[in-house]
């Protein structure tokens, strides 16, 4: 799977964290992340759902560049949206296959906060 962003192949990793272990994609030349919807669905048995407050906001020109779902064949154009809980994570995420694709700085504030499951929901909330 080649990176959205780079075009360059990514490469499988591992995270683990206290009570959970995830497989991402990474690219070794940005170094964002692809996370399949398979991956956040783990976190589902393991933390309280979380209600959350959807709000998508429109591509800005400048800043958001548009990028293609690395994992559907037909490469649909990922949906941005930014997080309820912290407007500076712009997540890039598929309606189709709900994988997500995330920056270099979205990650580390996802473990910093437990973000990543609170991702989990939103994605989830988005898709049905
Ligand atoms: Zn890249
Ligand atoms: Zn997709």
Not at 19 to 38: H, K, M, T, V
Not at 52 to 68: A, K, S, T
Request: proline content about 8%.
């Amino acid at each position: 799977m080649n990176c959205p962003r780079c075009k360059v192949s990514m490469q499988l990793e591992t995270i683990k964290e206290k009570n959970y272990q995830l497989e991402i994609d990474r690219c070794p030349q940005c170094d964002g992340i692809w996370l399949d919807f398979e991956e956040m669905k783990k976190l589902e048995s393991i933390v309280e759902p979380v209600a959350w407050e959807v709000r998508q906001i429109p591509p800005q020109v400048d800043q958001l560049i548009g990028l293609y779902c690395p994992r559907c064949p037909d490469s649909p154009l990922l949906i941005k949206a930014d997080h309820p809980r912290d407007r500076h994570v712009i997540i890039d995420y598929c309606k189709k296959c709900q994988g997500t694709w995330l920056d270099p700085g979205e990650l580390t504030a996802i473990q910093q906060e437990h973000f990543l499951i609170s991702l989990y929901h939103f994605i989830r909330d988005l898709g049905h």
